[in-house]
């Protein structure tokens, strides 16, 4: 057919030069919609095998591959879209549920996406799955690591020493004999309480005594306090000595954290990589001055010391020890060190913040306060103390914690394939086969924001109680997780949980208990992230999957004094 013909005679009052200039960008468009043609008919051919695999035998499937348009990308651009949740409720719109799995591309690398609870439990049981690659990662391009230091901090493809141990064995001891046993976890929850109530009196003076008052943001006033004290108690009191404005820095750090681990280049994002620069040069001059202190020789974490101010914990002098031991530069021991304190205030803090707004919210049931009050002053004791083991034991409280973290953990349990691997589905009848050389992820949010799991009230509503069973003897509510297995995995799961969740939580729990016995607040309105008024509660602040504890895009502006003794605390219609 000739370019004369009536069919393409309009292309002829085109000017060649054009035609010559546009012909790539409609190559690309065409190749772009096979792509799309392509992978759409084998997502619907892929799909129709694994729903018809529940009729059939046993026989394991692969998951259906989401369709998508550009290759190697793949759904790598819209997965990083920083609005919570949104992947997925497109993703949900026209893929069901039912299949248990599914496949993505992002950037290059074939990710198969859990959301199958049995699915889910089996893979965290599989104790030979490992994610070496991925924390090496977080470690370079999160933190800033270098990459032929970091594969010695880990000890990728290293047997074990003289003694017997290998480096990771080295590690997981480290983490359960200073984060898991109750005497490492103790000691870290007395001294961090004790700087807590510090900072608590301190804050009591400037209220003025008996009568004064005044108006804060309660999260910002939170984030400080909890801040210093989270890191006082871990890391030892020189470090906000020695660098004063870390607390600022860190929290700049921290909405970018997952900016450079995602890969974004620094001509696109310099205002990330320059954040990092700074708090790690902050970090590098703390480490340099506290190794000239002890003579780069940290305190025994073994011996009769539980704290002291150069390093703090025994948990961070085994640390450093380690660090020594595997020859890090001073920057890759400030890079981690930077790790471990983002795992542990980034989100420790922010889950304080979401129970104290849920627990004094206006809008929000009414009896709320009154009851966590209650359950609260049962375990104080009469110099003002807490008692720990109780206050972890309040079901009502315990329950409030972990609607929070159902509501607002985002995490992306992740497993590196190295052979193939084959799980149940739901109703164990159906095998989904996920093949070597691949990733597999679980995501929390699809566990625990799933409305068929969660309902009376709908998964996205705070609701304090959602943990609490009738006690069939006493009649007494109890705390209870029960039927949540591979639907609720806030702190991950199998061989990679996380090792501070047994401090993290005494931390949070202790933090909302000091702060309510000592003070009262009346709330005042609530704020955006710029301070202005807005008339609903906070939402979630842009950012992206797997953030851990989701930061909010607000506050509650609250009246906040010393609290009398059998004082009650004030709302608006009081």
């Known amino acids: ?50 729903a018809s695999a529940r009729d059939k035998s046993s026989k394991a499937s692969t998951p259906p591959a989401i369709p998508y348009t550009i290759p190697f990308l793949g759904h790598a651009n819209a997965f990083l879209a920083p609005r919570p949740g949104e992947f997925w409720a497109n993703l949900f719109r026209f893929h069901p549920r039912k299949s248990g799995a599914c496949t993505l591309l992002l950037g290059g ?29 977080i470690a ?23 003694t017997g141990v290998t480096p990771v064995a080295q590690q997981e001891h480290m ?51 909890m801040f210093n004290a989270s890191t006082t108690a871990f890391m030892g009191s020189r470090l906000l000595e020695t660098y004063p404005y870390f607390r600022k820095d860190f929290f700049d750090f921290d909405r970018y954290m997952l900016t450079m681990f995602f890969g974004l280049p620094k001509w696109l994002k310099p205002t990330a990589y320059n954040i990092r620069e700074n708090v790690l040069s902050g970090l590098v001059e703390w480490q340099q001055k506290m190794q000239e202190e002890c ?11 539980d704290w002291e101010p150069v390093f703090g914990s025994r948990a961070n002098r085994a640390k450093q020890r380690y660090y020594a031991s595997r020859g890090m530069s001073n ?9 471990f304190l983002f795992g542990l205030s980034s989100n420790a803090i922010p ?45 009502l409280l315990h329950s409030v914690f972990h609607e929070v973290l159902r509501l607002y953990v985002d995490l992306l349990v992740t497993r590196e394939l190295k052979e193939d691997l084959t799980l149940p589905l739901d109703d164990g009848k159906r095998q989904v086969l996920l093949e070597k050389d691949s990733v597999v992820m679980a995501p929390s949010w699809l566990g625990q924001r799933d409305e068929t799991s969660w309902e009376n009230p ?43 969740r047994v401090f993290a939580k005494q931390e949070v729990l202790a933090s909302v208990a000091l702060v309510l016995l000592a003070f009262d607040f009346e709330p005042v309105g609530f704020v955006d992230e710029q301070g202005r008024s807005r008339k609903d509660f906070p939402g979630l602040r842009q950012t992206y999957s797997g953030s851990g504890v989701l930061a909010m895009d607000g506050d509650m502006r609250v009246r906040i004094k010393k609290r009398n003794s059998g004082s009650r605390h004030k709302t608006p219609s009081d």
Request: aromatic content about 8%; proline content about 5%.
């Open 458 to 500: 709908p998964a996205h509503q705070f609701f304090a109680e959602r943990f609490l069973q009738t006690d069939s003897v006493t009649g007494k509510p109890v705390f209870s997780t029960s039927g949540t297995n591979g639907k609720f995995f806030p702190f991950g799961g199998g061989k990679t949980i996380c090792p501070g």
């Open 295 to 305: 003579n780069s020789d940290p305190t025994d974490p073994d011996g009769e010391v």
């Open 351 to 395: 889950a304080t913040g979401w129970m104290l707004l849920h627990i004094l919210d206006p809008k929000g049931d009414k009896s709320l306060l009154d009851r966590v009050m209650q359950e609260l002053e049962s375990i104080q004791r009469d110099d003002g103390t807490l008692d720990i083991p109780k206050l972890v034991a309040l079901p």
């Open 1 to 50: 057919m000739s370019l004369k013909t009536p069919l393409f005679r309009p292309l002829n009052t085109i000017p060649r030069s054009v035609l010559i200039a546009v012909a790539p960008f409609i190559v690309v468009a065409v190749i772009l919609t096979i792509i799309r043609l392509y992978t759409t008919v084998r997502y619907r051919s892929a799909l129709s095998d694994h």
């Open 331 to 339: 920057r890759s021991r400030a890079a981690l060190d930077l790790g």
């Open 140 to 162: 370079v391009k999160g933190l800033g690591v270098d990459h032929k230091e970091g594969l010695r901090y880990f000890g990728l493809g290293e047997g074990a020493d003289h």
């Open 175 to 225: 983490n359960h004999k200073y984060l898991l046993e109750r005497k490492g976890v103790n000691e870290l929850t007395a001294e961090f309480t004790r700087v807590l109530v510090d900072e608590v009196a301190s804050e009591l003076k400037g209220t003025g005594g008996e009568g004064g008052d005044r108006e804060v943001g309660l999260y910002a006033w939170l984030q400080d306090r």
């Open 109 to 137: 690398n074939i990710t198969h996406i859990l959301f199958s609870p049995s699915a889910v439990q089996a893979l965290f049981k599989n104790r030979g799955l490992a994610r070496d690659g991925f924390n090496l990662q």
